[in-house]
Every structure is written in structure tokens, then in C-alpha cells.
Antibody
Framework: EVQLVESGGGLVQPGGSLRLSCAASGFTFSAHYMDWVRQAPGKGLEWVGRIRNKANSYTTEYAASVKGRFTISRDDSRNSLYLQLNSLKTEDAAMYHCTRVDNSGSLGAFDIWGQGTMVTVSS | DIQMTQSPSAMSASVGDRVTISCRASQGISNYLAWFQQKPGRVPKRLIY???SLQSGVPSRFSGSGSGTEFSLTISSLQPEDFATYYC?????????FGGGTKVEIK
């Protein structure tokens, strides 16, 4: 079964840091680009960023709202994806989902989503 | 950034109704548009990709159309399990951007 399982969320103060993890199983993780998508409570979906595969040098893309504060990385040997969140703001509070990118054309879209891990930013 | 504008933002419909949701891109995105369904407390589920390709396992009452800047998702005969929020996503340019969502409620 194809599965993505996130962990690492929690309560953090503004300005603090957190590292989210995503464990992948049931597919060839190393072959896929992987994205993070977030959803604030009661709000819509927001793309956070992407990491490409080894063949594309593990390069990354970020939304402007998180660029310079968040860092996406991966460990293909552990089938794991990570999101380092630094300098957190109250507006970063959201459910964070890792997603698998497929070959649906152009940049590719997400076909598999994890259940998400909740990040709360509050003093 | 490409802005994705969905309409309506909410609607009421009855079981058996034909429902159409629109999504407009602020610039051309060819056919690189996907539709997602999200039920309360659940993870989004992809219904359509490449504007009109049906995701495996999704009922055939769902269909997508459009290219360039104008797109639509149609549910040919609304079923009780279809009451949810629907989002479009453009994946032709970075940053990937979602529409604001359309909530389909029971009339």
C-alpha cells in the first residue's frame, strides 16, 4: 500500500523552530519529486514547496511566504522527507501534508497525500 | 504568481442535480490543472488531472474540461457522498497555486 505518514508537529512559540518528517512506503520514493502542502484551520490549501529527485540534483522550490525560513530535504536511504521550519510566525499554524508528485504533465501534481501533522504557533 | 479564481465559493444542490464548478487562471496554463475533493476532517483526494483525465477509481459522474484560462468540474448527478469542498490547482508554473475552494452543500 502506498502510504505517507507525517510526524513532528506540535506547539511552538513565535520565532521558534520545528522539524517535520514524512515516512514513505509502498512506492519507489527515490524516483519521485515530493512536496509539502499546508492548510490553516478552516482555510484553503497552500503549496509550501518541492524537492526534486537525485536525477535532478535534489533542487528545491518554495512559496514566497516561506522562502528563507523553511527548508525541504530528503533521505532516500530512509525513504523520508523533511521540512525544517525556522522563524515561525503565527500565520504558519496549519496542518502540514507531505505529498507525492506524479508525472501528470508540466511540473507534475500531487496524487498521494499523507494525513498531515499539525503545527501550532502561539505564545 | 498565477491566481486561480473559483466560482461559486459555495453552493447548495440536491441529490441528482448536475453541478458545475468553474476555475479561472490569471494567465494561460495549457491543460495543467487538477481538481481535488476534500471532505471535513479528511485529506484532499485528486479527482481530475491534466484538466480532463479522470483519476483511477474516481466515479465517471465526475468530469473536467477546459484549457488555457477557463476550466470546469462537472458532477453529472450529485450523490450524497459528493457533498464536500472542491479545489482546483494549477501546476504549470511555480509557485503551484490553488483556487479558494467551492463548498457544495445539501439543499
Amino acid at each position: 500500500e502506498v502510504q505517507l505518514v507525517e510526524s513532528g508537529g506540535g506547539l511552538v512559540q513565535p520565532g521558534g523552530s520545528l522539524r517535520l518528517s514524512c515516512a514513505a512506503s509502498g512506492f519507489t520514493f527515490s524516483a519521485h519529486y515530493m512536496d509539502w502542502v499546508r492548510q490553516a484551520p478552516g482555510k484553503g490549501l497552500e503549496w509550501v514547496g518541492r524537492i526534486r529527485n537525485k536525477a535532478n540534483s535534489y533542487t528545491t522550490e518554495y512559496a514566497a511566504s516561506v522562502k528563507g525560513r523553511f527548508t525541504i530535504s530528503r533521505d532516500d536511504s530512509r525513504n523520508s522527507l523533511y521540512l525544517q521550519l525556522n522563524s515561525l510566525k503565527t500565520e504558519d499554524a496549519a496542518m502540514y501534508h507531505c505529498t507525492r508528485v506524479d508525472n501528470s504533465g508540466s511540473l507534475g501534481a500531487f496524487d498521494i497525500w499523507g494525513q498531515g501533522t499539525m503545527v501550532t504557533v502561539s505564545s | 504568481d498565477i491566481q486561480m479564481t473559483q466560482s461559486p465559493s459555495a453552493m447548495s444542490a440536491s441529490v441528482g442535480d448536475r453541478v458545475t464548478i468553474s476555475c479561472r487562471a490569471s494567465q494561460g496554463i495549457s491543460n495543467y490543472l487538477a481538481w481535488f475533493q476534500q471532505k471535513p476532517g479528511r485529506v484532499p483526494k485528486r479527482l481530475i488531472y491534466a484538466a480532463s483525465s479522470l483519476q483511477s477509481g474516481v466515479p465517471s459522474r465526475f468530469s473536467g474540461s477546459g484549457s488555457g484560462t477557463e476550466f470546469s468540474l462537472t458532477i453529472s448527478s450529485l450523490q450524497p457522498e459528493d457533498f464536500a469542498t472542491y479545489y482546483c490547482l494549477q501546476y504549470n508554473n511555480y509557485p503551484l497555486t490553488f483556487g479558494g475552494g467551492t463548498k457544495v452543500e445539501i439543499k
